[in-house]
């Protein structure tokens, strides 16, 4: 079992910058590919962007291309999203999600066994 805590969401004015953190206490998540998705109201769950186990792989969904960075510390346990150029369409609920699996990369979000809570993200225009 692998618990995943979001935090780093919050209200920001478009053009704006946040990084979200996904931390796990399980040192199995240094294992595991993690994925950003995140959900607005009355729509589906969208993919943002996936990291490998070694760090070495990513994958943006297209709204996250160009202004979305994933990265991971192994040390920390944790894996950020450094989000910039916010916009109001950015607006939504943020989910960490991972599995534990070597090398691989996922974008679907049936591919993974562990999520967080989430963290609410808000663009103002």
């Known amino acids: 079992q692998v618990q995943l805590v979001e935090s780093g969401g919050g209200l920001v004015q478009a053009g704006g910058s946040l990084r979200l953190s996904c931390a796990a206490s399980?040192?199995?998540?240094?294992?595991?590919?993690v994925g950003w998705f995140r959900q607005a109201p009355g729509k589906e769950r969208e993919f943002v962007a996936t990291i490998n186990s070694s760090g070495g792989s990513t994958y943006y969904g297209d709204s996250a291309k160009g202004r979305f960075t994933i990265s991971r510390d192994g040390v920390k346990n944790t894996v950020f999203l450094q989000m910039s150029s916010l916009k109001p369409e950015d607006t939504a609920v943020y989910y960490c999600?991972?599995?534990?699996?070597?090398?691989?990369?996922?974008?679907?979000?049936?591919?993974?066994?562990?999520w967080g809570q989430g963290t609410q993200v808000s663009v103002s225009s």
């Open positions: 999600a991972a599995r534990l699996k070597l090398g691989r990369l996922y974008y679907h979000s049936d591919a993974y066994y562990y």
């Open positions: 399980e040192r199995t998540f240094s294992s595991s590919a």
